[in-house]
Structure formats: C-alpha cells, structure tokens
C-alpha cells in the first residue's frame, strides 16, 4: 500500500512541476489596486495549481481601505494561449470569521462597509507583440463596494 501512495504522489507531481511557469497580474488606479500571483504547469495545459492576490479598493471619504484576499480556491476560469489570457476569480466573503475581507483590522466596524457578499473578478488581456506582455482590462464587481469597477491591467507569463 505505501509503495502505490508513494507511486501515485510521484506521477501527481510528474515531471511538468519542474517546468511551472509564472504569472503576475497588476492594476492600479486612483481608486483600486489589484495584485495576482500565480503558479501554472504547461505540462497540464497551463493549469493554475497555486494562487494568492488582493484586491484594495480605497473608499471614498473612509480612513480604511477595504482589503479583499484571493487565493487558488477562488480561479473559477483561466485560460491562455499565445496571444490572449482570460481569468476570472469568484468568491463569496462570510461575514463570521472569514479573513478575506479587512478594512483596517473589521469590515462590519464601518456601516457603511458591507461585511460580506460576492467578489467577482475578471481579465482580459491581449499579448503586446513589443513586449510580450499581456495587456488589457479587469472587471471588478461586488456589492461590498456597490460598484463596478473596470480599467486597464498588466499581466507578465514567465516560463522556464
């Protein structure tokens, strides 16, 4: 038994770990900053296996800014090729005991702040052939900040 648990954790990390690629995607605005890191393997089609990110939104007229964490768990699309990436991530923030959403230490502190509700966040970006960066917009909607927010986003693909 140990020796096809131990099998099966060698051909699950396979070979394409080695050759994990990079992805960052980076918004800033007078209003938003997004930041997105994540791990993808081209040995399983560019798959994303591990992602972390924020999303800051500062908040007219408030002293805090709202603070929104994103991880692998929340990638509900991704998709890229040589010329065009698409991704999308989706989550719900609870308002007992998730993490996910901070303005300055509590959300339900602020009234004015919804302390829960859906973050959907999405790019799409084309590939610049002068750099080789992926350019584009996100989209941003989520009725924590009652709003949605759009503008332009640059993401960087590294490969090894």
Not at 39 to 68: C, F, H, M, W
Not at 86 to 114: C, F, H, K
Not at 137 to 155: D, Q
Request: net charge negative; charged share 25%; aromatic share 4%.
């Amino acid at each position: 038994m140990r020796r096809q648990i131990l099998f099966l954790s060698l051909v699950m990390a396979g070979p394409g770990m080695a050759e994990a690629a990079g992805l960052n995607c980076t918004a800033s605005g007078r209003q938003l900053e997004i930041e997105l890191d994540a791990s993808t393997d081209p040995a399983r089609g560019g798959a994303i296996y591990e992602a972390a990110g924020q999303i800051s939104v500062k908040l007219a007229g408030r002293k805090r800014n709202l603070s929104i964490l994103l991880d692998g768990n929340h990638v509900a699309q991704y998709w890229s090729d040589e010329d065009e990436l698409r991704l999308r991530l989706a989550r719900t923030v609870e308002e007992s005991g998730d993490s996910g959403a901070e303005a300055g230490g509590d959300v339900a502190e602020d009234a004015a702040i919804p302390a829960n509700g859906p973050v959907d966040l999405t790019i799409v970006a084309h590939r610049d052939a002068s750099t080789g960066e992926f350019e584009g917009t996100y989209r941003l909607v989520s009725s924590m900040i009652e709003a949605e927010a759009t503008g332009s986003v640059v993401c960087v693909v590294e490969t090894q």
